[in-house]
């Protein structure tokens, strides 16, 4: 009984001082009551008589090994520190009548333990009803008239059933220093109640969660008001006692074009920011009341409305030096010749196309040389031109006659289907006639296997 007292007078001191400390944010302190299990066999003790487990040998086997008091057996109380570390006094009473798998004579076991714990959820995340921890520690157990310092070393978790009530489990590791008590596992389950937290302005949120503690507000905003109830905190709003859209900071739009009624220069027509909220039906950067073609967009220079091409050639009226005769951007909209450098661009092109073997269809990597070829004919709209198809001596005359016919129309073929007038563009085979290379040689032949244009006289 005297061991009793000291150790229960312990542990009040032990707990009074833990008052300049904080157990959870919100409830910064808990009590826990519950049962114990003192377990000496799975330690790999050589002062166990008899048989003694290794480490965590039939660590469960409760029949056999767990020393059980089927009553209250031991209480705590914590204090939350901070960044997930709190401190814990606890005080465990036992009867010991088992030590490995030797028979005891009702030892009284009584330990007072302090713990710094860590919670997990720190690391991994809040889970709000799972709360594991670790502990590190140490105390002092009595076994009868023994007596032994410990260093203690632990894991446990609560169940959370609500905000202040949880089920509690843990399993701690008691090493002893010099003394007759073996090391044991000692395991405990009970009942842990948190409380003590502090919600100034009533409204459910604890002060260390209110973003406005002495202002009645909502959870979802931290415990702050809106007063409009459009779903944006008092202190955001730019208009906090009328109901608008979050994207407007809480100010309302009439009209629905994004501009807050307040900044709106036209609020109920829908418009555009760059014009002030007004509208620009055509898009043309001038607001409709200003623009002689409201529907069609145009150039301030010519008061909202398109400027004119006259001869289709894609210059406009008011740049085109020849309004009346097609003509490319790069002339001035007027019609030009290809020089002698274009049309020998445009035969570097020609020659470079690709055919499948024996056949008029074009290899993948062909189409970008077309593309090229394409651009350039349409650079010179009033030209006209003559695609050659040329091959090499391989196969009679005749079947590479027809080749080269065939090969020079799908050209032909592709800058149609491409925009180029077909009345602008002739075609030719030659076959093998008009070799440019040998054809005793790979590269000779490639070489004559190719395509040309010239100018239409």
Not at 141 to 157: H, S
Not at 432 to 452: F, L, M, V
Request: net charge negative.
């Amino acid at each position: 009984m005297k061991h009793l007292k000291v150790a229960i007078l312990a542990l009040f001191l032990i707990a009074g001082l833990s008052n300049v400390n904080a157990q959870d944010k919100n409830n910064p302190w808990a009590i826990g009551i519950g049962v114990n299990a003192v377990d000496f066999y799975p330690t790999n003790s050589n002062r166990i008589i008899g048989n003694g487990g290794s480490w965590f040998n039939e660590f469960f086997n409760a029949g056999d090994h767990y020393n059980i008091l089927p009553s209250v057996s031991k209480i705590t109380v914590g204090k939350y520190l901070a960044d997930g570390f709190s401190i814990e006094a606890a005080g465990t009473l036992n009867k010991i009548t088992k030590i490995g798998d030797n028979d005891a004579s009702d030892l009284t076991y009584f330990g007072l333990d302090g713990a710094l714990k860590y919670d997990l959820n720190s690391l991994v995340g809040e889970t709000a009803w799972f709360d594991p921890y670790v502990s590190v520690g140490g105390g002092y157990t009595w076994l009868d008239n023994m007596g032994a310092g410990t260093f203690n070393g632990g894991l446990g978790f609560n169940v959370w059933f609500s905000d202040n009530i949880g089920l509690n489990l843990e399993s701690k590791y008691k090493h002893t220093f010099e003394s007759n008590i073996i090391q044991h596992f000692q395991h405990s389950v009970g009942f842990v109640f948190k409380f003590g937290g502090t919600d100034t302005d009533g409204d459910g949120i604890y002060d260390k969660d209110d973003a406005c503690p002495d202002v009645f507000g909502l959870a979802i905003f931290n415990g702050c008001p809106d007063s409009d109830g459009d779903g944006i905190i008092d202190s955001k709003d730019d208009c906090p006692t009328v109901f608008g859209l979050a994207e407007l900071n809480g100010c309302p739009d009439a009209d629905g074009d994004g501009i807050a009624d307040k900044d709106d220069a036209c609020p109920n027509e829908k418009g555009t920011k760059a014009n002030k909220g007004c509208p620009d039906t055509d898009g043309d950067g001038i607001v409709d009341k200003d623009d002689a073609c409201p529907t069609v967009a145009g150039p301030a220079a010519n008061k909202g409305c398109p400027w004119p091409d006259t001869d289709g050639d894609g210059v406009t009226d008011n740049v085109d030096k020849c309004p009346t005769v097609a003509g490319p951007a790069s002339n001035d909209g007027c019609p030009v010749a290809p020089t002698v450098e274009v049309m020998a661009t445009l035969n570097e092109y020609a020659r470079t196309i690709l055919f499948d073997n024996g056949k008029a269809t074009f290899h993948k990597e062909s189409i970008d040389i077309l593309k090229a070829m394409t651009a350039i004919f349409k650079d010179y709209p009033q030209a006209d031109f003559v695609i050659a198809g040329h091959t090499d001596s391989v196969g009679s005359d005749k079947s590479n006659q027809l080749l080269s016919e065939r090969r020079a129309a799908a050209v032909r073929d592709y800058l149609i289907s491409n925009g180029i007038n077909a009345d602008r563009l002739t075609t030719v085979g030659f076959g093998e006639s008009k070799p440019i290379d040998t054809n005793k040689t790979a590269a000779g032949r490639h070489n004559n296997r190719r395509t040309e244009v010239t100018l239409k006289k």
